[in-house]
């Protein structure tokens, strides 16, 4: 059992974090994000952002789950021991991501059975909002339950239990040893394929096009800043988890800057395909390409259809490719949001794997059943908006207060460096964890809350104040529950 949660090899341990990373935030958000911040003028706050929060913050991340090679939820109390609480707060923030997660996975499992007969029809458009989601934009949805949605979600929940039941090496660590190449590839065929497409030019130009006034919007300034976080699953502990089941050799830094090249080359390749088909169809139909986008996030289950209709023959080959790279996407990464929980139950309450899996992925299947509703659209946008404006920021404000003040970043430094093959971290290094990046959060903070508040109708109120009980509920649970291991309260350093 000594290995049952460990990586065989370092390669292992990126390729993980690389399928962490590249999900659905890739493909079906940051295509649109990118358009609707300001184009070529987007890059600015982008790369502020991938160098001001992402590259400190995921090597802290990885230097201090490293250190404890434990749970999230065993560190923080080793750290706080009063605050347990908060250590349970994030694991079931998480978890509560993982479940909305599984609904878009379930969606475009229904999407790639259909690709293979182009089963959407003639109208994509009508198909998912009418036929399919059948979506109210209230909560009366929540009495018409779909069990054609229902089913395809199941489908997702049975990979993951599959998956991250085995030993990590030979469930997660072999899947992604070889999805995750598999993804590249099969994206930039697609990618090439698009580019090819008489009138990508003009999706293109659309896209990068940049507007310079919007550089002092401090709205896109704040969509950089989220995108960078899901995106990279920052701050939502995937990576601590993960960093915390290396071997003793690991190169963290080079890893962390390996993981972030490899997520923002591919969300930047896929937003090419994206424009380039979205060019070709408006060179098709005559309609300009910023009508085409205002689908927003729907643009990969509408707009993607739409031309695997245009192209014949062809579109029958390309479109299950496609959803079949979201899906892989996607499932990598809900491995990984799912794998937060489920080891600091295993800590705490001596579980093994198998039947922490067995456990989560039954209550995570019930509870997403919610989303197989006609009011699942509408609830998942809420919950979207709380979870990742409002919970996660806050949540790696603690975060960084606690690595970095109280933990001690600079104990990391020398260790690190020793291994490092990419660059040294110094004194530029702890001023960002220590001062400037928990300025930053607050400021990201209140600009979230402002989103959460624009929500105002009574409905999404209701959501959000179910959520936060919700949060606070298990969270309490699983702090007051009895610990069934005596290791809970021993945590060993490697970093000595
Ligand atoms: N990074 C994933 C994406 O881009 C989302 C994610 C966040 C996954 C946190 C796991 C943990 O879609």
Redesign the pocket.
């Known amino acids: 059992m000594a290995n049952e949660n460990k990586w065989g090899s370092n390669i292992a341990f990126v390729l993980a974090m690389i399928g962490?990373?590249?999900?659905?935030?890739?493909i079906w958000r940051y295509p649109y994000v990118l358009y609707s911040n300001g184009g070529g003028t987007f890059y600015i706050p982008y790369l502020v952002a991938i160098i001001t929060l992402a590259i400190p913050l995921l090597i802290l991340e990885y230097g201090v789950g490293y250190n404890y090679q434990s749970s999230f939820t065993k560190a923080i109390i080793k750290l706080k021991p009063k605050l347990e609480i908060y250590g349970w707060l994030l694991p079931v923030g998480?978890f509560l991501?993982t479940i909305y997660y599984s609904t878009i996975i379930g969606w475009d499992g229904i999407y790639l059975f259909l690709s293979f007969f182009k089963g959407w029809g003639t109208d994509p458009n009508t198909y998912l909002n009418v036929n399919l989601l059948q979506a109210t934009n209230s909560l009366s949805g929540l009495s018409n339950f779909i069990p054609f949605i229902a089913v395809f979600m199941l489908i997702g929940w049975f990979f993951i239990w599959i998956i991250s039941r085995r030993n990590l090496d030979e469930g997660l660590g072999k899947v992604c040893k070889i999805f995750v190449p598999l993804l590249f590839v099969v994206m930039i065929v697609i990618v090439i394929f698009s580019l090819t497409l008489p009138g990508a030019y003009i999706g293109l130009a659309e896209l990068f096009n940049p507007n310079w006034s919007l550089l002092w919007n401090f709205n896109i300034w704040m969509a950089a800043f989220g995108q960078i976080f899901?995106?990279?699953?920052l701050g939502?502990g995937?990576g601590f988890t993960y960093a915390s089941y290396t071997e003793d050799n690991v190169d963290l830094v080079s890893s962390g800057l390996y993981v972030i090249i490899a997520n923002c080359a591919f969300e930047n390749f896929s937003a090419l395909g994206v424009f380039s088909i979205l060019g070709y169809m408006s060179l098709q139909s005559g309609i300009p390409v910023s009508e085409i986008v205002s689908q927003g996030t729907t643009l990969i289950f509408v707009a993607y259809p739409q031309v695997f209709n245009i192209l014949g023959t062809i579109g029958f080959i390309l479109g299950p490719m496609f959803f079949f790279t979201v899906y892989i996407a996607g499932i990598t990464?809900m491995l990984?949001?799912f794998e937060v929980l489920s080891i600091s139950i295993q800590n705490k309450f001596n579980l093994t794997r198998r039947k922490a899996t067995k456990i989560l992925c039954l209550i995570g299947a019930l509870a997403s059943m919610i989303y197989a509703t006609s009011a699942g659209g509408y609830i998942l946008g809420i919950v979207d908006v709380f979870i990742n404006n409002i919970l996660i920021i806050f949540s790696v404000f603690v975060e960084c207060i606690l690595f970095a003040w109280v933990f001690k970043a600079e104990k990391l430094i020398d260790f690190m460096n020793k291994r490092s093959k990419v660059f040294k971290l110094g004194k530029w290094w702890l001023w960002h964890v220590k001062y400037l990046i928990p300025f930053l959060l607050v400021i990201i903070w209140f600009g979230g809350l402002k989103e959460l508040l624009a929500l105002k109708t009574t409905e999404s109120m209701i959501v959000v104040t179910v959520l936060v009980a919700l949060l606070i509920i298990f969270s309490v649970i699983f702090t007051r529950l009895p610990a069934k291991s005596e290791e809970w309260f021993k945590t060993e350093e490697r970093i000595k």
């Open positions: 962490s990373a590249v999900g659905l935030g890739n998480i991501m899901f995106s990279l699953s939502m995937a990464s990984s949001s």
